[in-house]
């Protein structure tokens, strides 16, 4: 069916909700919680100060019914070994069991005159009821885990200030069956809610499917006027350079108006921007709501926003207001405001779209974001910890996969802050919605393709969320779903209706892997492959131009997995079988944490079979960092003639899994962050291990001369083997070949393996880009590496300021290489691993004769105590120093 105008304009004013409002705070402490089953009383009892609480229990919220009953110690951590099993499921217990009352009391006096007071629900999973004060809130169930609520309680607050919230929250239904398949039997799909929560190859099921109020419940108190959903677009035309004065950019701002009154208001629209002020008089009869577009401003030489590694991101306050009659502020928002424009076009040589911002063609280096915790426990300082990660992995931006969530504006905030880009799925997947045969789901292929039950609550939904999250700057593209568009009316909505009217300035994506993306001639897909790879397919194999989904292996290393895994299975896979078809004996906790071992043995075996578990997860590492650096290499290595883009599967796990992450979910970094960093370095030196060249890619718009290209080869000894020098120059947004080294690598290489040395100086003989590779003997086999010295490598850690420590690594030029060294910043106490820590570099490996130093960043301990720093190595015995003030 066709999506009319009129019904968009409908949904447009009535999804409302405040961005930074003037006059508002949040209800985040002191909920109390009962079964449904337990509470035997109605919604408008409850909801009444006098009822008693007594037999309450405390309540999460933001949160769900299982964060609740964990913060309760009603069940054990579902993240620890096999804990999840312990924990009863929906499908098995009914809906029933997990429906829970949550309850609020709050103090909030009744306003006098022409004040106002709302109450918003930024997300309930999946439907409920809202009480008052003995008043129901809403004249219908609320269904949809991502449509916004707002009530104006004005007339329902208590005289006397002593106010009662009472929300009864229903689970999804159905809740779908966990059988195992990629949203278990698909079914979770009916509703207009996450599909991961039953269970996906990555993460086992979540048990209440996320019941709760898991977002944010805020009061706000306006005047007569409520001034919402602000709009801002900034154009910024012709191709721009981050450096040097900026031609102008015009900014263009809307907002709603609503006059819940009896009266008309007359009044003036207003907002500041870099001093500026713009305003226009407006009128607003009683009871309406009006959509205001004010005059566009030009923005004389303007800060511009720029993605990760091309440059800055400047980003500007602009303030918002509606005056009563010109003189009282009724209400106001802030809204964080980047200048920039995303522009796209299609490169007839790879056949894919290219993106470009401020008029720049950008290459991109993106990864697939699943949800920062799979049981909805946001916190902005853990946003800002996994997005600065994102950054520190040389990445520009991240994709926010079709079976989770329209991510908060606290994501947004933190990429905006460090510039990556976002292309945002809607609710969608392949695997739920039909796109394939699948006789783990319970409908056929055809009733799938229809899902969700409720067109209409996607369609409103995703224009409430679209107004959410569309004034960040880091926000990139749209994209209708994961693998699969939405059904017809569905995608109709959103490419003809609700996108070019509430945004109008972002790519829309048909769907992930849409030919319009990134035409498919190799046939499958679309994206992948998604297992361990020779290191020679990232550079040699052309796959897909613009890879939505290309990804690797990525275990975390001992410290990590002694957190969530027993010690009594913390046992390393055994390899067996012969040597051209070896499988694999796993441990029963690894699989349940869906570790995947496909083709690992292959790249583990070259090192020597493991001896133990934290054999196995050094070896690991070793693989990581080589598969990752790879990976980027090699898409960098044929930017603009085989690709415009790729985008990693993935770099972050929401639990406790074992594939597809940079950093655990304890946000502890493994090797596969800092291959990533080194391979996606914007100026970096590397290695064609297919042809034997040296290459260098130049990631920026500016031209790179007067640099020096070093080239050298150690034996495992140390011995130093100068294999080239040059003087090099590149263009702006190229990879280019210099210097072939096949013949000498290849006899060197030959009996024991060799390292392999490629930097970059500057003419003051600093260091640019350093790149360090350790290759095999002619058996593919790391024969060397088994037998190697041990080095003992000197150390030093100095705090340089609150929150920073500097540590110096010194090799003596009579050791040997001190190779693939782990730093890691603990408690001087009990030796753990301080959380979240954003180092300069790890996996370190230093040359005779060489210092390097690394910096480590991270929040300081309330008492002023210092942390100490240890190091191990793959030939470094384990050392702990201290730090020096």
Not at 16 to 36: F, H
Not at 294 to 302: E, R, S
Not at 440 to 451: A, H, S
Request: proline share 6%; glycine share 8%.
């Amino acid at each position: 069916m066709k999506f009319k105008l009129a019904v968009l304009l409908a949904i447009l004013l009535a999804t409302v909700s405040p961005l930074a409002a003037q006059n508002s705070y949040e209800l985040n402490t002191g909920w109390k919680c009962l079964p449904m089953a337990k509470a035997n009383a109605t919604g408008q009892t409850i909801s009444q100060p006098t009822h008693n609480l007594a037999d309450w229990q405390p309540a999460v919220v933001p949160g769900t019914v299982l964060t609740t009953q964990l913060e309760n110690k009603e069940i054990p951590d579902p993240f620890y070994g096999m804990n999840n099993k312990r924990i009863p499921d929906i499908y098995e217990t009914g809906r029933d069991y997990y429906t829970y009352w949550f309850v609020k009391d709050f103090q909030e006096t009744a306003p006098s005159g022409d004040e106002q007071v709302w109450l918003h629900l930024r997300g309930v999973n999946y439907s409920c009821e809202v009480f008052l004060n003995g008043q129901k809130l809403n004249d219908k169930t609320h269904y949809g885990m991502f449509l916004r609520q707002t009530y104006n309680v004005t007339p329902h607050l208590a005289k006397n200030g002593a106010n009662r919230l009472a929300v009864i929250v229903y689970p999804p239904d159905p809740v779908g069956k966990p059988n195992g398949g990629q949203a278990g039997d698909g079914t979770i799909a009916k509703n207009v809610s996450h599909q991961y929560v039953a269970g996906w190859d990555w993460i086992q099921p979540i048990r209440d499917r996320n019941t709760g109020i898991w977002d944010k419940v805020t009061i706000e108190k306006t005047k007569q006027v409520n001034l919402k959903n602000p709009h801002v677009i900034t154009v910024v035309p012709g191709v721009r350079k981050p450096d040097g004065a900026q031609q102008p950019a015009t900014i263009k701002v809307s907002a709603e108006l609503e006059n819940p009154t009896s009266k008309s208001v007359i009044g003036t629209l207003q907002y500041t921007l870099d001093g500026q002020t713009v305003s226009q008089k407006v009128s607003l009869p009683a009871r309406s709501t009006q959509q205001i577009s004010l005059k566009d401003l030009t923005l004389q030489n303007p800060k511009l926003w720029w993605p990760s590694g091309y440059g800055p991101q400047n980003l500007y306050q602009l303030k918002l207001q509606f005056l009563v009659k010109g003189k009282t502020v009724s209400d106001e928002e802030t809204v964080q405001v980047g200048v920039r424009e995303i522009q796209t076009e299609w490169n007839d040589r790879t056949q894919s779209k290219q993106v470009k911002v401020n008029g720049q063609k950008v290459f991109i280096k993106g990864g697939n974001w699943i949800i920062s915790d799979a049981m909805l426990r946001f916190t902005d300082a853990r946003y800002d910890a996994e997005i600065r990660y994102h950054r520190d992995m040389n990445l520009n931006l991240i994709r926010i996969w079709g079976g989770a969530l329209v991510e908060r504006p606290e994501f947004y905030q933190a990429c905006d802050k460090y510039g990556l880009l976002v292309i945002q799925d809607f609710w969608m997947s392949g695997d739920a919605n039909g796109r394939w045969i699948d006789p783990l789901k319970l409908e056929d292929q055809w009733t799938r393709r229809q899902y969700p039950d409720d067109h209409q609550l996607f369609i409103k939904s995703a224009a409430d969320q679209v107004k959410m999250v569309r004034n960040y700057a880091s926000l990139a593209m749209w994209c209708g779903g994961n693998e699969i568009t939405p059904p017809k009316d569905i995608l109709t909505a959103l490419e003809d209706s609700i996108l070019p009217s509430l945004d109008g300035t972002r790519w829309f994506i048909p769907y992930s892997n849409s030919d319009s993306m990134s035409y498919n001639s190799l046939g499958g897909n679309g994206d992948g492959p998604y297992t361990i790879q020779p290191i020679s397919k990232f550079w040699a194999f052309k796959t897909y131009p613009f890879n939505s989904e290309v990804g690797s292996v990525g275990v975390g290393d001992y410290e990590s997995l002694v957190r969530f895994i027993p010690k009594e299975n913390l046992v390393a896979p055994q390899f067996l079988g012969a040597d051209k078809k070896p499988s694999e004996k796993v441990d029963s906790v690894w699989e349940y944490h869906t570790y995947t071992g496909v083709g690992y043995e292959h790249h583990i075996l070259p090192y020597g079979a493991p001896k133990d578990v934290k054999d196995f997860a050094t070896k690991a590492q070793l693989v990581n960092y080589d598969q990752y650096r790879a990976l980027m290499e090699g898409f960098s290595s044929h930017m603009w003639d085989w690709y415009t883009g790729t985008i990693i599967w993935k770099t972050q796990n929401p639990w406790t899994a074992m594939r597809g992450q940079m950093y655990d979910y304890y946000l502890d970094p493994n090797a596969c962050l800092y291959g990533l960093r080194n391979g996606g370095e914007p100026l970096h030196v590397m290695y064609d291990p297919v042809d034997s060249m040296v290459m260098m890619v130049n990631n920026t718009f500016e031209m790179k001369r007067d640099m020096m290209l070093v080239i050298n080869a150690y034996d495992m000894a140390g011995k130093k083997t100068p294999m080239g020098q040059v003087i090099s120059e590149i263009n702006p947004s190229m990879a280019k070949k210099y210097v072939p080294v096949n013949a000498a690598i290849k006899k060197l290489a030959q009996d024991k393996g060799m390292f392999l040395s490629l930097q970059l100086l500057d003419l003051n003989k600093q260091v640019i880009s350093d790149n360090f590779y350790w290759l095999p003997d002619a058996k593919g086999e790391y024969s060397g590496l088994k037998e190697m010295p041990k080095a003992t490598i000197q150390l030093e850690a100095q705090q340089t300021a609150k929150g920073k420590i500097e540590v110096t690594l010194t090799n003596p030029a009579t050791n040997t290489v001190a190779f693939f060294n782990r730093l890691a910043l603990v408690d001087a106490k009990t030796q753990q691993r301080l959380l979240p820590v954003f180092y300069s570099d790890n996996y370190i490996s230093v040359v005779p004769g060489e210092k390097k130093t690394i910096t480590m960043e991270y929040t300081p301990a309330a008492d002023g105590s210092l942390p100490a720093v240890t190091i191990e190595g793959w030939n470094v015995a384990k050392q702990v120093i201290s730090t020096k003030q």
